[in-house]
């Protein structure tokens, strides 16, 4: 009698996904031929005991390992009933299989807490995702999946509004809600002809890029701040260090002196994107008379101190006083720095495509968005094209 061999395989190709975890595989044998099952399950490498083939040092450990007994008990299950209906023993039998044990707890947030952990999403994906949980869990305790209505949607905007959040921040949410219930429905807890958003259409407005004009970057260069707010000074480098190089928050804050690199003409800083995982190479000395050197030599003995940052939330209150402080009257925040950076770089007459390099961008419609140009710009324009006019006459 022919039998197929199980086994639980962790990281088979031998490489990490971007979030540094790797997918475990139920792996069937039988004469000499393997096949590979996803269980959807993505480890980081100490939490896999290879030994034993078991989850370990996971907040849900004992539920994952659970679920992959089940789902190999699936396979052999469907092998046993070959058997007994007298078929040819083969890893074809299995090809059939579901890919992945579906989870069927009984409440929306068992649901969506569990399938945000289990993810392959970034972290910063699962964030936003869980920032939604946490604003549906405040808006009602309990939901189970048939709450999922259309006047549901209705009255959770209707919340997020009285909360004084913005359209596009409202938005925002009931897209991470949109993708809980695709899920649910991909994953057969819910009935697709009960999809709420068949009606409800999520409303947004054309956001616009907050930028610092030449004038008020030069305010903040030139604030001296009262010793009251001395300690706002580290978040105000920070936010300059991001206006020379156009930084996203998140790349700020992953930052090391290993990703400084220096040839014999220039310091260049080298890193990967920690939202796109695009590499970016920026020259510090040809950025803005190479002020961003500056700031780093300012911090130079101690630059782990000078790339670890506050929340993201916290930074943008203290930039509020910052900007009071600076009299700067236009409300901006830290990822308002990456759109000066743009804005600037293409006032000083950067073409487009060299911003979307520098910033990282894979498509130029996304520089696009961030190049705002100032009515300064378009009169330099305007008499360049002038001035070339009559050179050529």
């Known amino acids: 009698m022919k039998k197929i061999n199980y086994r639980l395989v962790y990281n088979r190709k031998k490489s990490l996904n971007n979030e540094g975890k790797a997918l475990v595989q139920v792996e069937a044998y039988l004469e000499s031929k393997k096949i590979y099952f996803s269980t959807h399950i993505y480890l980081y490498p100490e939490q896999w005991d290879t030994r034993h083939a078991i989850i370990i040092k996971h907040p849900q450990e004992e539920e994952l390992n ?168 580290h978040t105000l480098d920070a936010f300059l260090f991001c206006c020379y190089t156009g930084l996203r928050y998140s790349d700020f804050t992953h930052l090391s002196s290993d990703n400084l690199m220096k040839d014999q003409k220039q310091i260049w800083l080298v890193f990967t994107s920690v939202k796109t995982g695009v590499e970016t190479r920026l020259p510090l000395r040809l950025l803005f008379q190479g002020k961003a050197l500056l700031l780093l030599n300012k911090y130079r003995k101690d630059l782990e101190f000078f790339f670890r940052l506050k929340k993201n939330s916290l930074v943008n209150k203290e930039l509020i006083r910052i900007g009071k402080l600076a009299q700067i009257t236009q409300h901006f925040s830290f990822h308002s720095a990456r759109h000066t950076n743009a804005s600037l770089l293409i006032y000083q007459g950067a073409q487009i495509t060299t911003v979307q390099k520098l910033l990282g961008h894979r498509s130029i419609k996304t520089t696009q968005g961030y190049s705002n140009i100032f009515s300064d710009t378009i009169i330099k324009d305007l008499k360049r094209c002038c001035s070339h006019e009559k050179t050529t006459k």
Not at 87 to 110: G, W
Not at 137 to 165: A, G, I, M, P, W
């Open 66 to 233: 659970r679920m992959l007994q089940e789902f190999m008990l699936k396979l052999q299950w469907k092998e046993l009933k070959a058997w007994k209906e007298g078929k040819d023993i083969s890893l074809s039998l299995l090809k059939d299989t579901p890919s992945h044990y579906k989870h069927h707890p009984a409440d929306f947030f068992d649901f969506g807490e569990h399938w945000v952990e289990n993810s392959s999403r970034k972290e910063s994906t699962k964030h936003n995702l869980q920032t939604t949980l946490a604003l549906l869990k405040d808006f009602k305790r309990s939901l189970t999946f048939e709450d999922f209505t259309y006047s549901f949607l209705q009255e959770f905007e209707t919340y997020l509004r009285k909360r004084q959040y913005t359209i596009n921040t409202i938005a925002k949410h009931m897209k991470h809600l949109k993708t809980f219930i695709n899920e649910a429905i991909n994953q057969d807890l819910m009935d697709s002809s009960n999809y709420p958003f068949r009606k409800y259409k999520i409303k947004m407005t054309e956001s616009k890029h907050t930028f610092l004009r030449p004038e008020e970057i030069s305010s903040l260069e030139n604030l001296k701040l009262p010793l009251r707010w001395s300690h706002l000074q």
